[in-house]
């Protein structure tokens, strides 16, 4: 079946611009969550979605990031006025539910570049 | 707080040969779950076994197997018969059951070449 699927593969912005990120998670997953990979990193968490809770925004490191999901799917990352530090790699995960011992499966990502 | 460590920032091994990467952890909850995740230079995160923190014994996923101590919380990967397609960043990571916050955290990463 289909996996994870995010869109655009690569975005180049100007900084100051803003840009949408989608992600459209493995059908029948009611879990899904954003990361951040910045160069040589590990990831880093950002917001996460269960079912029609409200989310869990803990991880945005600042109101100029948003998402929403649409009919407990598709999500989208919303990136305000863009930084040259907010380049990086956006990836999503979904999975059965959130309980621990289930397996969180990725996209191949967005890549950011602001510049 | 949930903390990962991946003491190793780049190994070699050579093809054919077994490689042991570390991962050790911090966390105050006694039931959580461990994973390793692979991620080659195409960027996608590949999910590669669990452990759960109450499984008395090591997981294995055909090459791959997981060195549990949890006494010494560590969770270290065994790749056996280590493939050119195994050159990758991998990366630990660690989930508490009893988190209503329940991303994961992940380890900075170990890059692994094998060599021919």
């Known amino acids: 079946g289909a996996g994870v699927s995010q869109s655009p593969s690569n975005k180049v912005t100007e900084k100051g611009k803003d840009v949408e990120l989608r992600c459209d998670p493995i059908?029948?997953?009611?879990?899904l969550y954003w990361y951040r990979q910045s160069l040589g990193q590990g990831l880093e968490f950002l917001i996460y979605f269960q079912g029609n809770s409200a989310p869990d925004k803990s991880g945005l490191p600042s109101d100029r990031f948003s998402a929403e999901r649409t009919g407990g799917s598709v999500s989208t990352l919303t990136i305000q006025r863009t930084q040259q530090e907010d380049s990086a790699v956006y990836l999503c995960a979904s999975s059965v539910s959130a309980i621990a011992k289930n397996i969180q499966y990725f996209g191949a990502g967005t890549r950011l570049s602001v510049l | 707080a949930q903390k990962i460590t991946q003491t190793q920032p780049g190994m070699f091994v050579q093809e054919k040969e077994a490689v042991t990467l570390d991962c050790t952890y911090d966390t105050s909850d006694q039931s959580y779950g461990l994973f390793w995740y692979k991620q080659p230079s195409s960027g996608e995160m590949i999910f590669l076994i669990y452990?759960?923190?109450?499984?008395?014994q090591n997981a294995t996923e055909g090459r791959y197997s997981l060195n549990f101590q949890k006494a010494r919380k560590s969770a270290n990967l065994v790749i056996s018969a280590s493939q050119l397609g195994d050159s990758a960043m991998y990366f630990c990571a660690m989930r508490e059951a009893n988190s209503g916050n329940t991303p994961l955290v992940f380890g900075k990463g170990t890059r692994l070449s094998v060599i021919a």
């Open positions: 452990q759960g923190s109450y499984d008395e």
């Open positions: 059908s029948g997953h009611t879990a």
